[in-house]
């Protein structure tokens, strides 16, 4: 195996069982070097300040009554982060600012060897191919009753999957609509949403548009074997591409004759 980039790494954690524990699995990971420990919101906020190359920020989610969330302005964008928590009932699976992982505590092993499996040290390379190659590496894909943190108007707010209308590709962005009528914009090509969305709950219809399936009101036969698709809550219907309209037909069990 070829030598690998050593990747900074600020570690942040209330638990001194946690941390202890935390910091001998990662003992593990030759690429990993810790650069800065923090056992609270204030500790956490320091160190982001006094290290600004670092690669990859392994937090718990709740600090002590403070929320890790509200350290991640100080991290740039293309910093890999690894969400830790006891708390089940969030799964945060970011798209933005790098997030590679949601673990939830107890940490195993394992577990930690698969998440940072997904650390990135540009955007064609892993940074650990002994991992990778033991297909270690899941497709990360979401169900519909999970939550994703996403920086909507420069702030982290969680989102329902459930609650996701329809996604359009805006060239190297992407506009997620919500059933409730918020609009906010990702940046990410649309093919990151159709890998990691639930295939029985969303479905691409078009090379620019994905749409949840729950919202579905009808779809109707267009001009060259295209479809019309129209969405609960969006007045203007949806082209379906005649590739994708033949898709959804052999996917869903339909038959040519029921759009005649």
Do not use: C
């Amino acid at each position: 195996m070829k030598d690998k980039k050593t990747i900074k790494t600020i570690v942040v954690e209330d638990d001194q069982i946690s941390m202890k524990l935390l910091k001998e699995f990662l003992k593990k990971f030759p690429f990993i070097q810790i650069i800065a420990e923090a056992t609270s919101f204030s500790e956490a906020e320091a160190a982001l300040h006094k290290y600004k190359d670092f690669e990859l920020l392994i937090t718990d989610i709740d600090l002590q009554g403070a929320n890790a969330l509200d350290l991640i302005k100080y991290v740039n964008p293309v910093t890999n982060i690894l969400f830790t928590t006891s708390f089940s009932e969030f799964a945060v699976k970011a798209f933005e600012y790098n997030t590679i992982d949601y673990i939830l505590k107890p940490i195993s092993f394992d577990r930690l060897e698969k998440a940072l499996a997904r650390i990135k040290v540009n955007e064609d390379d892993v940074i650990d191919e002994a991992i990778e190659e033991k297909g270690l590496i899941g497709t990360g894909r979401l169900s519909i009753d999970n939550m994703i943190l996403m920086n909507i108007n420069n702030e982290m707010k969680f989102i329902k999957i459930k609650d996701i209308n329809f996604i359009e590709a805006k060239g190297n962005y992407t506009t997620v609509s919500m059933v409730d009528g918020i609009v906010f914009t990702t940046y990410g090509l649309i093919k990151v949403w159709e890998d990691k969305l639930p295939q029985d709950d969303f479905f691409r219809i078009h090379r620019s548009t994905i749409v949840n399936l729950h919202n579905v009101q009808k779809i109707e036969k267009g001009t060259y074997d295209t479809g019309i698709l129209y969405l609960k809550g969006v007045a203007e219907p949806f082209e379906v591409s005649r590739n994708y309209f033949s898709i959804i037909k052999n996917k869903f069990k339909l038959t040519a004759n029921l759009f005649h």
